[in-house]
RNA sequence: AGGCGCGUAGCUCAGUUGGUUAGAGCGCUACCUUGACAUGGUAGAGGUCGUUGGUUCGACUCCAAUCGCGCCUACCA
């Protein structure tokens, strides 16, 4: 073995070791075990988050898997309807192509051409982090199957009245031509102005004032409202305003929406461009006046001097003619919140357009109840009060969209504009008799990508066919994702599932944090700071570091502070870490309920933890090699002890998986192999094997060597896959152990290493002492190679049996020359002093040990006992206390006062010696 | 406006039903190349747990208020 451990070469063979064994397939185990992966983007590349989510998915799933369950990890992609086409349109016009030269078909075919040059990447990435998915059932959101199941959803959908059609205000994105769910929209506070304007009476007894942030719609209005107790406005209601420019007769309207407060009191209402306009327009059935271009210009309803312009050009052109008339009444700055396309960053427009919805009410309330009856449970619970509060308030579903990328809707038209809906244009011709020369058109529309994602818990297992996939692994075990996604997606596969699988599609839903930089920002291309997580795992030197962070920036004027901030942050630029210890990072930031903030230096701090464990293996292999272990049994404290220890390692790892807490998993991992196995027990072991002892203990602990390595190793291997599997490798043949790989050994029960008090009370005992001296030789500097002669003092029958016992570990551990035992009131000579119960171990001055430290020292100790006793005998003087606490508590502080105070004492007389010699 | 969350060591974070001296990693200081490991070892410094009040014998932990920060949902033209 390597001095060092080096994963880079290790990492790639072992996963094309596994892939080919095929020991990511579930096996037929009838316990199964099942989780879905959110599918990524097929075209886009995995970040930061995707490989934290990754991580505890596949720490899930080798756990589970080790267990004996039989464990589906399904893996796939989707085909992200609008950020793919975004992306193939954008290479077009880097060719100078379009995608309406194209046509349909041949711009789709570029599309799939992108998918199969591109897709490759989140799989390549997927398997050098080591995710054990199941690549034999790839699945992709618009292959045959999972289109098929697409079709019948919607068809199933449509003839239950739950899909209907209609025109309707819509968020319409004039950058890209196509309508989003509100999802999709998101809104951001930014500053503009709000409008006074007059419009006259039109029996012209004077004129009311209506304010508004988008002048230019005033072309659309159809009405003015007040509220209808607003006394300033009481005469006006009924009558009616000529609007400016348009020069139309509209009414005064009154409906309880109008804040009286806000601005005027008079809202100008524009039913087909504002959706709380549409409301009112609704209630009033007033006429709804579109007056946009699907690029959000002025069309032909509006007056010739507007029309063609662009929404801003004629808010300013409305704005001066206004001005001109004298109807002007007054600007204020005012904030307001826009809403923006999530990915064109376009304002968007609320717009009037025929569009397919999803009548969404009736599907959320099984899926509300599931929540609410322990059907699915969310991790953290309170992410249900999300789930509810946004279900208990949903909205239809707009799942069309005007796009070419996607599940087209199976719908068909006649002539005379009939629709037909069907799974194909054959079935549609025959369920409806119509003849072979009627001509039908198919709807142009797509669906929202998040339709087909809805199914993707089922429409995967094969529905609608009742597979056995279906059946073993449906419903999945857990959902792990972000929080950013649950309406988007969890909270439709609930419904979906339900709807059609006829059980919740997942049985938990584990929602991570997001992944942030060192500074707590958001990753994105944007800022600058994303991470890949392949460089962390591979390494980067910081000019192709810089490169790619500073490419392809939508604002390259970003481009210098970005390359600034990075050449700061990674001087060097990023060192190779290795997926274990990215993976064991991932792991031990993932407390619940909390973003995480990364933090580079930790990956190194868990890389050195790998390293550390490397080499704990080559100290083990390299002492049993040679002698392979018997199976005596280890009566040796250090050998009972750390079985002992592992026992309860073990027991912790199970409780915190069970929890989802694997940061608290591998934390228990990280303190056993590094504080109790490799600092104590490998050190212990030397004394025992490099002396000439007793060869049966040499043999026993030979074997506890190894047989508690491997068993870490299987605790381990779920977090950090690929150092263990290499180590069992060669650990395996002389554990004992049989297998092919550690992917499929059980994992660890604690029933193997009963707990045994006893040695862990002795090896207490031995730390003790140990650390007392190595104190003393710390704070005094005495160089650690010298040998020491240790005096006891105060010695119970139990330190002498436990001196006898385990000397020589003291002697190996502490490096001391040689215990007396001091007799009776036999006068020591002055000593630095280390308590261990009633015992004090001193370690003789003389030409050691410089007085005036150790006083120092003592009365570092005395200040903080006497500190301590003062609080406990504080406590115990409280009747209160004393009465109310539980007995318990009272006798351990009574104890504890006990123990203080014998200290104390021991400290000072040993002050007061040191004293004398001054 | 409503909802959720955060504030603990220089930095990034744990702290499970209230109960000894509040922990870890990184960083920092001193010493140490001892045959598993300098990606290491040993010892050490460093925190009035945002603030105030309350409940309690006892509060980092429970309650209320307050300050600061973040996110989500909805939205007044």
């Known amino acids: 073995m390597d001095k060092a451990y080096q994963p ?58 080790m267990r ?33 030269d194209l046509g349909r078909e041949k711009f789709i075919a570029r599309v799939w051409d992108w998918k199969h040059e591109s897709g490759g990447t989140i799989s390549k990435q997927m398997r050098r982090l080591g995710d054990s998915v199941d690549w034999t059932r790839e699945r992709f959101t618009m292959d045959e199957g999972l289109s098929k199941a697409v079709t019948q959803v919607f ?62 719609t005033m072309l659309g209005d159809t009405a003015v409202a007040v509220h209808p107790d607003d006394e300033r406005y009481q005469k006006l209601i009924g009558k009616t305003v000529t ?48 007056i946009l271009t699907i690029d959000a210009a002025l069309n032909d309803d509006v007056p010739a001097a507007y029309r063609g312009l662009d929404r801003y050009d004629a808010r300013k052109r409305v704005v001066a003619d206004l001005e001109a008339a004298g109807l002007l009444d007054g600007i204020d700055e005012h904030r307001l919140m826009v809403p923006r396309g999530d990915r064109s960053g376009a304002v968007v427009e609320p717009f009037l357009t025929d569009q397919w919805f999803v009548r969404v009410a009736p599907l959320a309330e099984p899926a509300i109840r599931a929540v609410e009856n322990g059907d699915i449970r969310f991790v953290p619970e309170n992410w249900s009060k999300t789930y509810y509060e946004w279900m208990r308030n949903i909205q239809d579903w707009c799942i069309s969209r005007q796009l070419w990328w996607g599940h087209r809707i199976p719908a068909w038209y006649d002539e005379a504009g009939q629709v037909y809906v069907g799974a194909d244009e054959a079935e549609v011709r025959e369920a409806n008799n119509l003849d072979e020369q009627l ?34 692994f449906y419903p999945s075990s857990v959902l792990v994702t972000g929080f950013d996604i649950i309406f988007f997606w969890v909270a439709r596969m ?75 942050q990674f001087p060097n630029g990023i060192p190779e870490f290795g997926t274990d210890a990215l993976r064991f990072t991932f792991a031990r930031l993932a407390s619940t309920g909390r973003d995480i903030n990364f933090d580079l230096p930790r990956v190194e701090g868990y890389r050195n933890f790998c390293n550390k464990l490397w080499n704990a293996a080559r100290y083990v292999l390299m002492n049993v090699e040679a002698t392979p272990p018997d199976t005596a049994i280890d009566t040796t404290l250090p050998g009972r002890w750390i079985r002992s220890r592992l026992g309860k390692l073990i027991t912790d790892v199970h409780t915190q998986f069970a929890a989802y807490r694997l940061d608290l998993a591998a934390k228990a991992l990280y303190e056993f192999t590094w504080n109790e196995y490799c600092d104590w027990y490998l050190e212990l072991t030397k004394p025992i094997l490099q002396n000439d002892g007793d060869i049966a203990q040499q043999h026993a602990s030979r074997r506890t060597l190894v047989v508690v390595l491997e068993q870490l190793l299987r605790c381990l291997h779920p977090i950090m896959p690929f150092i263990t599997e290499e180590i ?88 001391l020359e040689k215990i007396d035992i001091l007799h009776g009131d036999g006068k020591p000579p002055p000593s630095a002093t ?42 115990l003087a409280n009747e209160r206390f004393v009465a109310n606490a539980p007995a318990d508590v009272v006798d351990k502080e009574r104890g504890r006062q006990a123990g203080l105070d014998k200290d104390l004492r021991r400290i000072d007389e040993q002050l007061a010696q040191l004293q004398a010699l001054q």
């Open 8 to 65: 880079a070469e290790i990492e790639r063979r072992l996963y094309a070791e596994w892939e080919a064994a095929g020991y990511f397939q579930p096996g037929d185990a009838t316990d199964t075990y099942c989780i879905m992966i959110p599918p990524p983007n097929v075209t886009g590349t995995l970040h930061m988050g995707h490989a934290f989510q990754h991580t505890i998915m596949d720490a899930l799933s080798r756990y589970q898997r």
């Open 68 to 100: 004996g369950r039989a464990t589906l990890w399904q893996p796939g992609t989707d085909h992200a309807g609008i950020a793919t086409q975004m992306v193939v349109e954008r290479q077009l016009e880097a060719s100078g192509e379009h995608r309406l």
């Open 155 to 216: 068809v199933q959908l449509y003839r239950e009245g739950l899909i209907y059609r209609g025109t309707r205000l819509v968020n319409w994105d004039p950058v890209l031509h196509t309508a989003v769910s509100d999802l999709e929209v998101v809104s951001a506070e930014e500053s503009g102005h709000l409008w006074r304007f007059r419009y006259p009476l039109t029996d012209g007894s004077g004129h009311l004032v209506v304010a508004t942030t988008r002048p230019e």
């Open 243 to 290: 609007l400016p420019l348009a020069e139309r007769e509209i009414p005064i309207i009154a409906d309880n929406y109008v804040d009286p407060e806000f601005g005027t009191g008079c809202v100008k209402i524009t039913p087909a461009h504002d959706f709380n306009d549409y409301e009112v327009g609704q209630r009033h059935q007033l006429e709804q006046i579109n």
């Open 439 to 472: 001509a039908l058109r198919q709807d142009d529309d797509v669906l929202d990508t998040w339709f087909s994602s809805a199914l993707w818990p089922f429409s995967t297992l094969g529905w609608p066919a009742q597979t056995d996939a279906l059946k073993a």
């Open 494 to 568: 609930i419904m979906m599932g339900l709807k059609f699988a006829g059980d919740v599609p997942f049985r938990e839903v584990y929602i991570t944090g997001l992944i942030r930089d060192q500074d707590g920002q958001k990753m994105s291309k944007s800022k600058g700071n994303i991470l890949d997580p392949l460089d962390l795992i591979d390494g980067c030197d910081l000019e192709t570091l810089v490169s790619k962070r500073t490419s392809g920036l939508m604002q390259p004027k970003l481009k210098p502070r970005i390359e600034k901030a990075t050449r700061k």
């Open 728 to 815: 069992w490798q060669k650990v395996a043949p002389v554990a004992g152990a049989s297998g092919d790989t550690i992917m499929l050994q059980a994992f660890p029960e604690n029933t193997a290493f009963p707990a045994d008090d006893a040695a862990e009370a002795e090896m207490a005992w031995l730390q003790g002492f140990v650390l007392g001296i190595r104190q003393i030789r710390g704070e005094m500097d005495i160089a650690p190679r010298r040998p020491l002669p240790v005096l006891l003092r105060s010695v119970a029958s139990q330190d002498k049996q436990r001196l006898a016992d385990h000397g020589r570990y003291l002697q190996s551990l502490a490096g």
């Open 834 to 875: 280390a308590l261990l119960g009633d015992m004090q171990i001193l370690v003789p001055l003389e030409g050691v040990i410089d007085v005036a430290a150790e006083i120092s020292r003592l009365r570092r100790n005395h200040d903080r006992l006497s500190a301590d006793l003062e609080r406990s005998r504080n406590k």
